[in-house]
Every structure is written in C-alpha cells, then in structure tokens.
C-alpha cells in the first residue's frame, strides 16, 4: 500500500494548494481572529481585576461571562486556526462531538459543584 | 473547499470506496491525538473543580497569588498571565501563517514564521520559567497562628483569625524570620515592647524591623495590619512557617492542593509546549533542507500547526479554570 500522506491529487486534502488572491483574503481573517481573541482576553483580566468576588451574584455572572468567552475563543481557534470550519462535515462532527460533550461536563463541576461548595461553607461559617 | 470525492486516488478509499473524512491518514490521526490529548487536560481541570469545591480551607484566587511583574514593584492583578496568553496567541498566529505559507508552496514564508513560532515558543516557556520561579519563592512567606486573635486591620475593621490561620510578613522581615525558622545561629530576634527586630550578623549584617504583616493575602478582602496590632499576631505565632511553595509546603494556602494543581496543570502544558517547540524545530529543519518542497506539498506543517494551535487552545482554558474563576 503507498503512503498516503504523498498527496497525488490536489484536490484530496483541504485546501491543500491555493492562490496569492486566496492567500490574501486568508491572511486578512487571520489577523482579524488575532485581534478578537487578544482583546477577549484583555475584556476578561479586566473583568477579573475590577469584579469582586464577595458580591456572589455578579460573580456567578462573571464566571458565566468567563466561560462563554472561553467557549468563543476555542471556537475561533478550532474553526479557524485549525481549519475543522473547512473540513469536511463528517470530519467536524467526529472531532467535536467528544470535545463538546466535555467541555459541557467541565463547565457543569466547576459551577454546580462549586456554587453547592459555597452553599455548604455559607451554611456551616 | 472540502475534498472532493471523485479526486481521490483509490488506494486511499476505504473499504466502502468512499474516503468519508477526506483528509490524509496523518492529519486524522492527529486530530484523534488531539481529542485524547484534551480529555487528558479536561480530566485536570475537572480534578481542579472537584478539588477546589470539596476543599475544608480557603482556596487561593487568581488575582491575589498571581499580581507581580519582573522587575517592577507594586501590583498588577492577572497582567503577567495575560501577557503569558497573548505571546501563546501570537505564537498560533504566526504558525497559521506559516501553514498558510505552505499551501502556497512558499519556503521562504514557511521558514520567516515557522521561526517566528519558535522564538515565541521559546518566550513562553521562559516566562513560565518566572512565573515557577516567584510562585516558588513566594513574596515573603507567612506563619500560622498557634491561637485564635482578633485584630484590628488598618482600615478599623475587626476580624477575628482561627488557630492555623496564615499571617503574611513582607520580603524584608520575611528573608529574616526564614533564617530564624531554619534555626540560624547568625539571626537574633529582639522584642522590645511593641518593637519586634531580627538581626543578621555575619557578612552583610542588617536588621529587619517589623512594620506591619498582612491578612486575607490570596483570599478577598486582603488588609494590612501594624503597629501594636501587628505585634499582637507576631506573638500568636506557631513554629509553622511557609515559604514560597514546593510539593510539600505551600504559603498560599492552609492546603497544599493549590500548589500541587498549579505545578501539575501549568507544569504539564509547559511541557506540551516544550515538546512543540521541539517538533516545530525539527520541521523547520526540514523545511530548510527542501524535504516538503521535494514532496510538492507543505501538510506536516499543517500537522504540527494542528498540535500548536491545541497548546493555545488548552492554555485558553487553563487561563479560565485555573487564573479566572
């Protein structure tokens, strides 16, 4: 069996050859995700350092406001810097079924088990 | 501008005579690599949540522990992990750039970001370096307390401290009462009234007088407490000290968890970012030496980008769980 990972064919792998004007147009979402996920970052430092966390309800509200953030930025990184957007619809849904699936796991102890840890510490102080 | 079916050379075509996911072997293994690798971190980071939910002691917050700059006095909440973010963001930029490069079959753009990915791989991990380095020594260590005080803070408020609870001294007298700890013959503690000094003779003889020790350092409503206040809960103190933190000691907290989660996470993505730079070394390597441009094709930079990009991804999410919340 030859090597697959010799592409023959152009149009086998994604995307696997383009031109200078796709290039340019490819370029110009790059940079664009580039500025969107520094400035979520530099939204969520400043959220982090101006919120206190003694205020339970605006901190519940921040945490969710984190999260979903967090979420927007995976997204562009998967979807576009790792290019699973132009994969094929199969391919999509094989990698991000598991991740999905997790990630709704993760998000479900850091906050309910973390709001009954409260709950528990404000009932027993 | 997904494959195309009829396209495929049939050796590939699975048994159906279909190639269901049209892309190459590697790239789908890398992608499966992936999933595996990001329940591996999931699994942490849910041990984390499990860990911080069900701990009996103060857990330490983000903002509070993490607040120093090189070099700088004073604090900067969160600033120095940002930074640690946007190298890694950058990082992936270039590497995308390079993989964009490479699907125009342009050596010379593949090896200018490629390299670019590199150094900036190199500039993470020597910030995580410092960032080790200060979370190890700590800014001046604390002591528990051998019994219950209650102390006013210099702001009026009163608070009352439990048995064990850490009081914090700051870099000058905390260096001194480290050598008074470590049972120095060369440190001598003198208390008179309400002025508390320790003086190191030998060499570089000086004396640290105690000004004022803080409370609440890593939790909410941090203040500073002095004078005879200060003095008060010097004299409460136990003969446990915390310097800094290791795998057996911790000042963050009463709990050691803290500690170890912060080694064991940031540790084990720093060394997913090692063995990146190490891969993105050998690549560029190849690069240079015309390997991918004798293939006619550049996809194991798009395949190294895949495990790049998977590093920032992760320390997206390492930077909510563990810095933020």
Request: net charge neutral; glycine share 0%; aromatic share 14%.
């Given at each position: 069996m030859e090597r697959d990972d010799l592409i023959v064919n152009d149009g086998y792998a994604m995307a696997a050859h383009h031109s200078e004007e796709a290039g340019v147009a490819i370029r110009k979402k790059i940079w664009f995700v580039t500025v969107l996920l520094t400035l979520i970052t530099a939204v969520e430092v400043a959220m982090g350092v101006y919120?206190?966390?003694?205020e339970a309800f605006t901190w519940t509200a921040i945490k969710w406001t984190f999260i979903v953030l967090t979420l927007v930025k995976a997204a562009y990184i998967v979807l576009v810097f790792m290019h699973l957007g132009d994969e094929r619809s199969n391919m999509k849904k094989a990698i991000m079924a598991p991740y999905i699936l997790f990630i709704g796991y993760l998000i479900f102890i850091a906050i309910t088990e973390g709001f009954g840890h409260l709950e528990s510490f404000t009932t027993f102080h | 501008m997904a494959g195309n079916t009829e396209t495929?050379?049939?050796?590939?075509?699975w048994g159906g005579g279909?190639?269901?996911?049209?892309?190459t072997y590697g790239k789908m293994m890398m992608w499966f690599f992936l999933v595996s690798d990001a329940l591996t971190f999931g699994g942490l980071l849910t041990a984390y949540g499990f860990s911080r939910a069900t701990s009996e002691d103060a857990w330490p917050i983000g903002e509070q522990v993490f607040r120093a700059l090189p070099g700088l006095e004073g604090q900067y909440p969160l600033i120095y992990v940002a930074l640690m973010t946007f190298i890694l963001i950058v990082s992936s930029v270039t590497m995308v750039l390079a993989v964009e490069a490479g699907h125009r079959n342009d050596k010379a753009g593949v090896l200018k970001w490629l390299g670019a990915t590199i150094v900036g791989g190199f500039f993470f991990l020597g910030s995580q370096a410092w960032e080790w380095s200060h979370f190890i020594h700590g800014s001046g260590g604390g002591f528990q307390l051998a019994k219950e005080v209650t102390v006013t803070a210099d702001n009026g408020e009163a608070f009352t401290l439990p048995k064990g609870e850490l009081v914090f001294m700051d870099h000058h007298f905390g260096d001194a009462a480290a050598a008074l700890a470590d049972g120095d013959p060369n440190a001598v503690l003198h208390a008179e009234g309400d002025h508390i000094s320790i003086t190191q003779f030998g060499d570089h003889a000086h004396t640290a007088e105690l000004h004022s020790l803080t409370i609440n350092k890593y939790v909410e409503n941090e203040q500073e407490v002095s004078g005879a206040e200060a003095v008060k809960l010097w004299n409460a103190r136990s003969d446990v000290y915390a310097f800094g933190a290791n795998l057996e000691d911790?000042?963050?907290?009463?709990?050691q968890t803290y500690a170890n989660f912060f080694f064991f996470i940031t540790g084990f993505h720093g060394f997913h970012v090692f063995s990146g730079v190490v891969i993105n070394i050998i690549i560029f390597l190849m690069a240079l030496n015309g390997v991918f441009e004798h293939r006619g094709h550049y996809e194991m930079v798009e395949k190294t980008g895949l495990y790049w990009h998977f590093v920032d991804l992760v320390w997206v999410f390492v930077f909510t769980f563990f810095y933020l919340i």
């Open positions: 919120f206190k966390r003694s | 495929i050379p049939t050796e590939v075509l279909q190639s269901p996911f049209s892309v911790s000042e963050y907290a009463a709990q």
